[in-house]
Nanobody, 123 residues
């Protein structure tokens, strides 16, 4: 499966932004979908994940209550709605597809990655 992320940009602190990731190919609903991010000179970190049926989600503590992950299996798309953003949310955001368990935050379980979209939060 190929993943294409979009929707990044510049947003002011306290504002909102939605990033999207569209998958090509079939069987999108067979994959757990996740979002990760990597800030400059920092390691990649887990942000959120969603189960195959959208019935369950998992969030990093740093974004819980502010970010919402969702998916539309009919459109082969996963979204990350980012509200009340902070300067520390600035990073390249990557979507990923995996065959494991949505609650497993280890990036190694994800076999497919998008190219990343840059989100910059100004203070």
């Amino acid at each position: 499966v190929q993943l294409q992320a979009s929707g990044g940009g510049l947003v002011q602190a306290g504002g909102s932004l939605r990033v999207s990731c569209t998958a090509s190919g079939r069987s999108f609903n067979r994959y757990v979908m996740g979002w990760f991010r990597q800030a400059q000179e920092k390691e990649r970190e887990f942000v959120a994940a969603i189960s195959r049926s959208s019935g369950a989600t998992e969030y990093a503590d740093s974004v819980k209550g502010r970010f919402t992950i969702s998916r539309d299996n009919a459109k082969n798309t996963v979204y990350l709605q980012m509200n009340s953003v902070k300067p520390e949310d600035t990073a390249v955001y990557y979507c990923a597809a995996g065959s494991g368990y949505y609650g497993d935050r280890d990036y190694k379980q994800y076999g497919y990655w998008g190219q990343g979209t840059l989100v910059t939060v100004s203070s």
